[in-house]
Nanobody, 120 residues
Framework: QVHLVESGGGLVQPGGSLRLSCVASRRVNSIKTMAWYRQVPGKQRELVAE???????NYADSVKGRFTVSTDSAANTMYLQMNNLKPEDTGVYYC??????????????WGQGTQVTVSS
């Protein structure tokens, strides 16, 4: 079993910054992509940022230029540096790891989430 634990959330004023961390309990070679999702009550969980191969990244249009996703493979950790935060960034942020344990079959690991609140 692979466990993902997020941390770093909190309350911040608009324009502020936070850095989220996601630590995996162990390295799994079958994990192809790691990503950050966020969810607001009543709305579908949305992809915020993802990283593959430790270098290829993809971001939601709403966070491009403000958020940066990165990994530290030695520490089995993924980060999300969030700058110039806006109230609409508020939500529960979840760490995701997409694995292919069997060719052609995707399996997703999820963390429990960390709350990010951007408010004045």
């Amino acid at each position: 079993q692979v466990h993902l634990v997020e941390s770093g959330g909190g309350l911040v004023q608009p324009g502020g910054s936070l850095r989220l961390s996601c630590v995996a309990s162990r390295r799994v070679n079958s994990i192809k992509t790691m990503a950050w999702y966020r969810q607001v009550p009543g709305k579908q969980r949305e992809l915020v940022a993802e990283i593959s191969g430790g270098e290829s990244t993809n971001y939601a249009d709403s966070v491009k230029g403000r958020f940066t996703v990165s990994t530290d493979s030695a520490a089995n950790t993924m980060y999300l540096q969030m700058n110039n935060l806006k109230p609409e960034d508020t939500g529960v942020y979840y760490c995701n790891a997409a694995a292919e344990l069997v060719p052609g079959r995707r399996f997703d690991y999820w963390g429990q989430g960390t709350q990010v609140t951007v408010s004045s």
